[in-house]
């Protein structure tokens, strides 16, 4: 029996992800109108055949705060290092530059001025996957996450459980709090009551802690790759929400929500209110409608909508929509990608074999008024 029956075998797809039997019909019920569609096609399941082995289009796309890790990704991909290991490698940069202040050494603090870190990882050729959430004192998380993946039989760590399985295997205990995000956390503090007893608007006069303070700023980098084989993988890591109560875990390391990958159909990342991820899954949905037929773009405003419809009433502007931002990045096996954006203009970062770049992310809403967070 050749690889790829073993593989249909086991998941009930042929090659290309095509669902065939009880997976079809399971997944029928959950994305009905497009895998009606499948089911009755001999096209491949996006519609568009997958390029020849060793022709695949590499390349690495990332949030747009992650140019330098799509550049890195993308060399180590040309020369031939795993896909995984790529991705990692570029977003290690992003964690250990304490002037992004939404990642790793430098994000911002939770409510009590300590920075709690979330990442994931997850490996298209052997479908695996791994994760650390709110670690403290560890610069790295997606280090430590591909670790869990390649050296347990867990996939999420937690707390000070994940953060020693980071020491004992070798990683370095460290204050993650720079003196910018520490003041831009007492900015907060500061800004919360007029009631309380931390008087003025400590660093108010300071433009570049004003920057860094911004509301409630939460950021991530989530980087994908794939390589001529059309393997792919990818990872997200982040410092979540600035200001988070203590122990808050977004939707960065959860499987599924912060991002996800098949193989066979492509890979989904995220960024933005991890909250709002959280509830409707979805990277996995994006991925599972591209299965289905759609592509990259289609499939991110799909779920983009679906968050949108879900949206509580107190997250909603006047208009109706939600207040808050939410971005996706997907890559195809075809090699198609895309980024969107609930509330744009927005951007995402590339690095292909035309060089490194932002590209415009496809918006739900265009941003008449800056949405909340
Ligand atoms: N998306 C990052 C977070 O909500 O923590």
Request: some cysteine.
């Amino acid at each position: 029996m050749s690889n790829e029956q073993q593989h249909s075998k086991r998941t009930g797809t042929d090659r290309r992800g095509f669902l065939t039997g009880g997976a079809a019909l399971a997944a029928g019920a959950l994305f009905s109108p497009a895998n009606n569609q499948a089911q009755g096609s001999t096209q491949p399941a996006q519609g568009r055949p997958v390029p020849n082995q060793g022709e695949f289009p590499v390349k690495a796309i990332s949030s747009a705060n992650g140019r330098e890790a799509t550049r890195i990704a993308y060399e180590l991909l040309t020369k031939g290092k795993d896909t995984l290991d790529a991705c990692v490698a570029g977003v290690t940069v992003v964690e250990n530059d304490p002037n992004d202040t939404s990642v790793g050494y430098g994000g911002l603090p939770n409510e009590e001025g300590v920075v709690e870190l979330d990442s994931a990882v997850m490996h298209g050729p052997s479908h695996s996957c791994g994760g650390v959430a709110s670690i403290r004192n560890i610069k790295n998380p997606a280090q430590v996450a591909r670790l869990v993946m390649k050296t347990t039989d867990h996939v999420l760590l937690v707390g000070e459980g994940a953060k020693r399985f980071a020491i004992a295997n070798g990683f370095k205990e460290e204050n993650l709090l720079t003196e910018r995000a520490r003041k831009a956390w007492l900015r907060w503090k500061h800004s919360l009551s007029r009631s309380d007893d931390w008087v003025g608007e400590m660093g108010a006069e300071d433009p570049d802690i004003t920057a860094a303070f911004n509301g409630r700023p939460t950021g991530t980098i989530h980087c994908a790759g794939i390589n001529s084989s059309g393997d792919i993988s990818c990872c997200t890591t982040t410092s979540g929400l600035a200001w988070k109560i203590p122990g808050r875990v977004g939707d960065s390391p959860i499987i599924g929500a912060g991002l996800f990958c098949d193989n066979d159909i492509g890979s989904c990342g995220s960024t933005g209110r991890g909250e709002a991820n959280l509830k409707n899954l979805c990277s996995f949905a994006a991925v599972e409608l591209m299965r289905n037929g759609m592509s990259p773009e289609e499939a991110g405003l799909e779920v983009l909508k679906r968050v949108a419809d879900n949206t509580p009433d107190r997250l909603r502007d006047s208009n109706g929509r939600p207040n808050f931002g939410l971005n996706f990045y997907l890559l195809s096996k075809d090699g198609r990608h895309a980024g969107v954006t609930m509330w744009g203009p927005g951007r995402f970062a590339i690095t292909d074999k035309d060089g490194t770049r932002h590209e415009r992310s496809a918006a739900l809403y265009e941003r008449r008024a800056a949405p909340r967070r």
